[in-house]
């Protein structure tokens, strides 16, 4: 089911316009009323798929909430995000070669020591963006739904710490490993008390959080930005 005949399916249930989103952000479900009185309901994709009593929840959710309606969409979402395995890896979409890093000799180094060579996941090199103040950084993504490892190109340079990226692609991989978790308001945990545990037991953890503390300025100093 598309977006468009899951639209179909929900606005059959409801008198209300109806306006759907469908996201892959961390929270499952979300609604609001427009100003001439239609419904917005945005929800994440895993509701492509839902039979008809979780659609009526969806409906009593964005019109008028209660506990059994949240009960129902928690209960759907938990099950998408704890028992949906991910599909097959796409390895055409591996690059990770570096100019100074190969992030496949990384990943294959942090695979042996902390995860038996049991995680196979492709890793892969994305464009380092094009910072204005190096508010933020984001050094790594691992994308689920692919799925595939990406580490910020940014990194791929002598004046990084080596120590530094092989935590932060050991992070990334973590999150092939620990399932999510959703809260009583539905968000989405991807850093759950167990992630922070086992983030914990890499060899560089101490000396990767306190490179991170600084590293802003040293990106700023390093790109002329200070």
């Not at 992030?103 to 892969?124: G, S």
């Not at 092989?166 to 992070?171: A, G, L, N």
Request: charged share 25%; proline share 6%; glycine share 4%.
């Amino acid at each position: 089911m598309n977006s468009e005949e899951l639209r179909a399916r929900l606005q059959a249930l409801t008198e209300y316009p109806l306006e759907l989103k469908i996201t892959d952000g961390s929270t499952y479900a979300s609604a609001s009323r427009s100003d001439r009185g239609a419904v917005r309901l945005s929800v994440h994709r895993l509701f492509l798929h839902a039979p008809t009593p979780v659609l009526q929840a969806l409906i009593r959710f964005a019109i008028r909430p209660d506990r059994e309606c949240r009960a129902i969409l928690r209960q759907m979402a938990h099950l998408f995000f704890t028992t949906i395995e991910p599909p097959l890896a796409d390895g055409a979409l591996s690059n990770s070669k570096g100019a100074c890093i190969d992030l496949q000799e990384l990943y294959d180094r942090v695979n042996a020591e902390y995860f038996e060579d049991k995680i196979d996941v492709p890793i892969a090199w994305f464009p380092a963006p094009r910072y204005r103040r190096f508010r933020h950084i984001t050094f790594g993504v691992y994308d689920r739904t692919t799925p595939i490892i990406r580490i910020n190109r940014i990194l791929d340079q002598s004046s990084v710490p080596l120590p530094f990226v092989e935590f932060i692609v050991y992070h990334e991989m973590l999150h092939a490993v620990c399932k999510s978790l959703l809260d009583t308001r539905g968000r989405l945990l991807v850093h759950t008390a167990e992630f922070r545990r086992l983030e914990k037991q890499h060899k560089y953890y101490p000396f990767a959080k306190e490179w991170e503390r600084g590293c802003l300025q040293f990106f700023r100093r390093l790109h002329g930005r200070s």
